[in-house]
């Protein structure tokens, strides 16, 4: 595996991580059908709460010198952790840095885990059921919850699963 590095990003990260956003939501819009604001934008909402709301953290993921992509982790003290948002760019995939980052930061915050992605995001189930396998064993549940506020789409499939608390 390359050189990989998961780090939280801080405000000196932060728009090295917005234009990682765009390629991110740009993916999104496949499995979405949502077009990009008049500025060519898209919805930031969780961008701006991942470095604004101290019950979330945003980590970046760096191969070498280069930035690979990002993890938004919100629920820091809910009963479980959400990666709300996860992002590898595309000449990343495929090489584990996926994988590796998110054992890393589920590591560092132990206890109940939930990640959602689509159904018709044929990579991603297979990357989340593979994620969740790796570090959980068979201790995993999926499950379909509609998306809030958007009748017109098909649910989104949550996978749940609980990485260990360090040993003493």
């Not at 390359?2 to 499995?31: T, Y």
């Not at 077009?35 to 979330?56: E, V």
């Amino acid at each position: 595996m390359p050189d990989v590095s998961v780090r939280l990003a801080g405000i000196a990260e932060r728009p090295v991580v917005e234009r990682l956003w765009l390629m991110f939501r740009h993916d999104l819009s496949e499995f979405d059908g949502l077009l990009p604001h008049a500025d060519g934008t898209f919805r930031s909402d969780r961008l701006h709460m991942a470095f604004s709301d101290p019950d979330w953290a945003p980590y970046l993921l760096t191969c070498g010198d280069s930035p690979a992509g990002f993890a938004f982790v919100r629920g820091l003290t809910a009963p479980a952790r959400v990666l709300n948002s996860f992002f590898v760019v595309r000449g990343a995939r495929r090489t584990g840095i996926g994988m590796h980052a998110v054992q890393e930061i589920t590591a560092r915050h132990p206890g109940p885990w939930e990640v959602a992605f689509q159904d018709a995001n044929v990579s991603a189930v297979r990357f989340w059921r593979r994620v969740a396998t790796a570090i959980a064993g068979d201790a995993w549940t999926e499950e379909r919850r509609p998306v809030p506020g958007r009748p017109d789409v098909p649910p989104d499939a949550w996978i749940s699963f609980d990485t260990p608390l360090p040993a003493k």
